[in-house]
């Protein structure tokens, strides 16, 4: 799947004028977007230094900031929507981070490989790990701490007393909304506190 559809599914999921904190947001692609094409207003987060310059560049307001160490920067419910698009199977801890998630915003929007689908289960049934679009890196060479399922995300979800208010995949381009554990490559929620 593109970035670009990628960029458009989440950012229909965001409303128009929203304060908006991306997690994790790489060269601030969807946040220029979000301002530009939604006129939401907010920041990125990033560590890397390469991507916090390409923010700059964009326009993005930007903070270096390690999410490892949590959001106690960020009063509770300071920003409508918070984002984790690709972020969450990247951070050792992610559940802490999905409740400063919505600690910190009135609504997440997570967005993560689906190890669950076909092909994934595929490879592993031939005794190898998948390298995919959604994951594309060799098991000895991945910048992913873990792996993650549909099915998994609604029971981290459900135990952290979370309600989630949409829930699909994504695949080649299109949403995935039946069998989408076992069908999308992408799995996207949106959701709030209970």
Known sequence: MSDATMQR???????????????????????EHLVRQRR??????EIDDANV???????????????HQGLKAFQDQSFDVVLQI??????RNAEVMLRET???G???IVA?????????????LRGRMPVTRQLPYQWYDTPNIRVGTYRDFEALARKNSLRI???????????????????????VFKLRKA
């Open 86 to 91: 690709d972020t969450l199977q990247h951070l």
């Open 102 to 104: 919505a600690r910190v």
């Open 40 to 45: 939401c207003t907010g920041y990125g987060i």
């Open 53 to 67: 310059a390409a923010c700059v560049r964009r326009g993005v307001n930007v903070l270096q900031l390690n999410l």
């Open 9 to 31: 599914v989440i950012a229909d999921l965001v409303p128009q004028g929203a304060h908006v904190l991306d997690l994790g947001c790489g060269e601030g692609a969807l946040l």
């Open 112 to 124: 993560f490989p689906n190890f669950a689908h076909w092909p994934n289960r595929l490879s592993v």
């Open 165 to 187: 208010e949409d829930a699909f995949g994504l695949q080649d381009g299109r949403v995935v909304r039946w069998l989408p554990n076992a069908r999308a490559g992408t799995a």
């Open 106 to 108: 009135r609504v997440g």
